[in-house]
């Protein structure tokens, strides 16, 4: 049966395709790209949905009652699932797709665009203001309260704990680039062991949180892997949620708002991945891992609009800032880096 998620997109369209036709409610909702992929494995299901609802397309209150339908047909969900898992290409796209329908990455983009909004230009209270929004938001995660942890993990410093996560967590990055999902699963599994049991002792705390919230992104990246959708979605969601606690917690914590800004690059959303590095480089021109990521959007959005003077400038300003920043920090940049935004520098005319 085809996950929640793609239901309720899918019965979104049908409702809006009621008013304003089918081709403008996909482009709107899913976006253009995704759209693309959406009506292959949509189109179906319409042309079944058409066979009880003929004015579907025509007539809004139709349009209403066949998303209702498709929410008890079974063997339309079905080919929902289908469709999404025999695709050669697109499963990224309706990813991000459905991830800008969840209520939990809207409601924490929509709360850091009301902090920079009530601040304009003024860093430090944009963030404080930013830091109140996500504190009301009252956000919960999944499975973590009350938790069992790891006895060993409760033996070690916070800093300790911190360290051995993001360790298993680098780790499984690996794995989930080398296609080993399972590896990876177990390695994240270990991490947010130590995490859980860290946080039963010190609740909020903001490094914990935050590194939690990196877990979880990475195991939405597995669930990515592995085609499981609705997985994807819950782990997101859950790694946004921690992202925001930390914050919440500390807003001197620009880990925790760029784990945010890396939610929305994963999902697509380059303009609020971009608004957010923004934010970040300015306070801290030295948080290297902020512009890689600034830099990353940017590239998102380029790829998405094509090169417009602004964002080639944009783009030239956060390379060479790059350029000067990375070999100061070997830690964190390796020469293959420095090479690539050289490269990069050199493409866009520097």
Known sequence: ???????ELAKKVIREAGKIGLEEAGSRICGPTAWRYVKTILAPV?????????????????????????????????????GFAELERGQDEISAALARQDQVLA??????????????????????AVRDELTALKLEIAGLRGAAGSELATELTTDEISSQAAKLQSDAMRWVVAGDAQTAHQ??????EKLRAGLQREPEHANLLTCLGFVQKTQAQVAQLQGNYQAYLEHLADAAKCFAQGFARDSG????LNGIAN???????????????????????????????????????????????ELVQQLK??????????????????????????????????
């Open 1 to 7: 049966m085809a996950s929640n998620g793609l239901i």
């Open 46 to 82: 319409v042309a079944e949905l058409e066979k009880r609802f003929p004015r579907l397309l025509l007539v809004p209150e139709e349009a209403n009652k066949a998303a209702e339908a498709l929410s008890e047909n079974t063997a339309l969900q079905a080919i929902l699932d289908r």
């Open 107 to 128: 409601g924490i983009g929509d709360a850091i665009n009301n902090g920079f909004a009530k601040t304009g230009e003024r860093l430090d209270a944009s963030f404080d």
């Open 187 to 192: 390695r994240l599994s270990q991490a947010r």
């Open 253 to 256: 914590n620009v880990g925790a």
């Open 263 to 309: 939610i929305y690059i994963f999902d697509k959303d380059f303009d609020r991945a971009v608004q957010i590095g923004t934010r970040i480089v300015r306070w801290r021109p030295d948080y290297g891992a902020a512009a890689w990521d600034l830099a990353i959007a940017l590239e998102g959005k380029v790829q998405t609009t094509g090169e417009t003077p």
């Open 317 to 350: 300003s956060v390379y060479l800032h790059l350029s000067e920043l990375m070999p100061t920090q070997p830690q964190a940049f390796t020469a293959s880096d420095l090479a690539h935004v050289q490269k990069r520098l050199a493409a866009l005319g520097k």
